[in-house]
């Protein structure tokens, strides 16, 4: 009876509008980070859109979880949208993050190894992005989200191999010369396969979603 209830009734669809508002604010701040490890006079603009991206990205997920709380029906399950957004969120918080890390220590010039996970991380940000649209119709884009959920694990596969690539190369050259370069250089590639890793999260959560909902 209760099932048939909710059919009935008007979903609160501002859900998705959010959504995706949150998707852009990543896909804005991943493409950001990939310019700011090519280095160049322009590294503050794109820390700083960094920074407000992800204020920006704060104040959707508050209002996700407010209209949570308030909505008397929902597209899914409260707890999913939740988790969905806030592994949205955690991916944004993780390269405002990698911008302290950067500001920290006074980097203006980084690995090609850290260059090609900034490229990983865009990919993962766009696939994520072509994602969150398909939820609005979870049943029919089924496959789909699938496809794409699968293709994030695999450049998070990717980003791995980048990262400990980048690590071993920057102990041949700094291990022994320069540790704190070493160190540093270390910290940067470990807080990109996060980033990346956020992605994943969010992966697994549109899998979940579409496991319950289809």
Known sequence: MLSLFRKLMPREDRFFDLFEQHSRTVVGAAEALQALLAGGPDME??????????????????????AVRRSFITPFDRGDIKDLIQSMDDAIDMMHKMVKTIRLYEQTSFQPGMQEMGATVVKAAHLIAEAIPLLDKVGVHADRLSAIAQEVTRVEGRSDELHDQGVKALFKEFGKSDPMAYIIGSEIYAELEKVVDRFEDVADEISGIVIENV
């Open 45 to 66: 603009k794109h820390c700083n859109r960094i920074v407000a991206l992800e204020n920006e990205a704060d104040a959707i997920t508050a209002e996700v979880l407010l």
